[in-house]
């Protein structure tokens, strides 16, 4: 079956929605290789990811890859972070892949691409627009070009990130279009908000705050608690009901004691018991002597 890619990719700066940075799982990349050999392992272009990343060096060119079913979309968007102390970059981006109808613009790249392969690139936004914000750690990211296109067959498929000025810089990318259902990616949540705030460098008292209320919560609930079980205490000891708390050992001794009354008082009326327990003086039987 042919999947028809679109007339023309979609390389234009669209702003992200909030929520949906927020529904992104953060991928942290360091070593990221230079070649589509030497290149970094994605999960997929399918989940949605951010990328965080950096270019550490003048001329250096990062290169991620995925394996991709044929006709699956591509889609990866720029975003250049908004840091406290500066020192972001606004590098170009790529899609690579075979049988892309743009083979064209693959003399834009870096470096050369094997037979079959063709890429779709878009270059550094000439102007900046409005920063957006993340909603989970408010961290703030300027959008930047989207790729959003298909490929025809499938294999690996590379996204290609450099600086055609050599700049050098921190930069995010945005890639993948479905939000992440499973559990284990809200168990992660406070983790995600940690590690992203510190790769901005902004401050991270706002996780101390919640855990300090989080534990003066509990504190004032085990109070409440201890002080709602001693009036019961009190109440159940003056109406002679074993109170919670009393020890176990009293309460086996009342029980012997009641079940010893019980089994005299029953003895006594069946005629069964000697005298010994009621304090009366056991009769010899009379015994006739017989010859000497």
């Not at 079959?116 to 920063?131: D, F, R």
């Not at 590379?158 to 284990?184: C, D, E, F, T």
């Not at 109070?223 to 009190?234: E, G």
Request: charged share 15%; glycine share 10%; hydrophobic share 40%.
């Amino acid at each position: 079956m042919v999947f028809e890619p679109p007339v023309t990719p979609n390389v234009h700066p669209k702003p992200r929605l909030s929520a949906d940075l927020a529904g992104s799982t953060p991928v942290f990349a360091r070593n990221v290789g230079a070649t589509l050999v030497t290149s970094a392992e994605m999960n997929d272009f399918r989940q949605q990811q951010l990328i965080f990343s950096q270019i550490d060096q003048p001329g250096r060119t990062h290169v991620y890859r995925a394996d991709c079913r044929a006709g699956e979309r591509l889609r990866v968007q720029l975003l250049t972070p908004v840091l406290p102390g500066g020192g972001a970059v606004t590098p170009a981006i790529a899609v690579i892949a075979q049988s892309l109808p743009y083979d064209a613009e693959a003399v834009k790249l870096p470096f050369s691409l094997p037979a079959g392969y063709s890429a779709v690139v878009a270059p550094p936004p000439k102007t900046l627009l409005a920063p957006v914000s993340d909603a989970l750690t408010r961290v703030s990211y300027y959008p930047g070009p989207v790729i959003d296109t298909r490929t025809l067959v499938g294999g690996r498929c590379y996204i290609a990130v450099w600086s055609p000025h050599n700049q050098m810089g921190k930069y995010a990318l945005h890639v993948g279009h479905s939000w992440p259902w499973s559990w284990r990616y809200w168990l992660g949540v406070p983790r995600y908000w940690w590690q992203i705030r510190g790769w901005f460098g902004m401050s991270r008292l706002a996780a101390y705050v919640a855990a300090g209320g989080l534990l003066l919560l509990a504190l004032l609930v085990r109070t409440l608690l201890r002080r709602t079980r001693r009036p019961a205490m009190r109440r159940a000891g003056d109406t002679g009901i074993n109170p919670v708390g009393e020890s176990l050992g009293e309460s086996v001794r009342d029980f012997v004691g009641d079940s010893a009354t019980l089994y005299r008082d029953a003895s006594v009326d069946d005629g069964t018991h000697t005298g010994a327990s009621t304090g009366e003086g056991i009769a010899a039987p009379d015994i006739e002597s017989g010859p000497t």
